[in-house]
């Protein structure tokens, strides 16, 4: 499976025009499942599930500084959940499941693409990601560059909702669209 990174610096802005904006996940193509909608509870709950053991996974880094609390679990929402699926549908319908992000800064997003990709699959990439960062007090641009914006969203501490889309190219090419609320991968910030 390959990872890559569809959009840098700038994805979107930030309310602290001091700051620059979040930067999206990126996107993750790879072996991935048919078949039933984002939207139904069952792959809703598999998405938060797949999300949650990610985030409850995460411990006090070894230079953390200051009081540590685990990560908040995520929730689903199903207006973040209309937006991606909106955007996965048209991923599917004008780019022929290309993964492009859409040019907002309302959610953070991340983006998969394959074969018989199931939410948990979609996480697992991401979340593959782990490796490739390293905790610091502040998320920087090498941290995003390194190739870790998925993971980082996935695990970004005050990013509590999360909503998912899926479109279908063809007959078995699938796109996934997650979006997470407020969005993550603010340069400067922590991530958790």
């Known amino acids: ?3 890559a990174v569809v959009c840098g ?3 979107g802005s930030s309310p602290d ?3 620059p904006g979040p ?3 990126g996107a993750a193509g ?3 499942a048919a078949g039933g909608s984002a939207g139904t509870a069952g ?3 598999q998405y938060v599930d797949a999300i949650n053991t990610v985030r409850a996974a995460v411990t006090q880094p070894a230079n953390y500084t200051g009081t540590w609390a685990p990560l908040p679990k995520v929730t689903w929402s199903d207006s973040v959940a209309a937006s991606a699926q909106a955007w996965a549908n048209n991923l599917a319908t004008t780019q022929n499941c290309n993964l492009v992000h859409e040019n907002q800064d309302t959610y953070g997003e991340n983006l998969a693409m394959g074969t018989n990709l199931t939410p948990q699959q979609a996480v697992a990439m991401w979340a593959g990601e782990k490796n490739l960062y390293t905790w610091s007090a502040t998320y920087s641009m090498a941290d995003f560059d390194a190739g870790s914006g998925h993971y980082t969203q996935l695990v970004w501490r005050t990013s509590v909702q999360v909503g998912c889309g ?4 063809g007959s078995n090419t699938v796109v ?3 979006r997470f609320s407020p969005p993550g991968n603010y340069i400067g910030r922590a991530v958790f």
């Open 176 to 178: 996934i669209c997650c």
């Open 1 to 3: 499976m390959s990872l």
């Open 9 to 11: 610096f700038g994805c």
């Open 17 to 19: 025009s001091n700051q």
């Open 23 to 25: 930067l999206t996940g």
């Open 166 to 169: 899926r479109a279908t190219c």
């Open 30 to 32: 790879g072996a991935a």
């Open 43 to 45: 792959f809703a709950n």
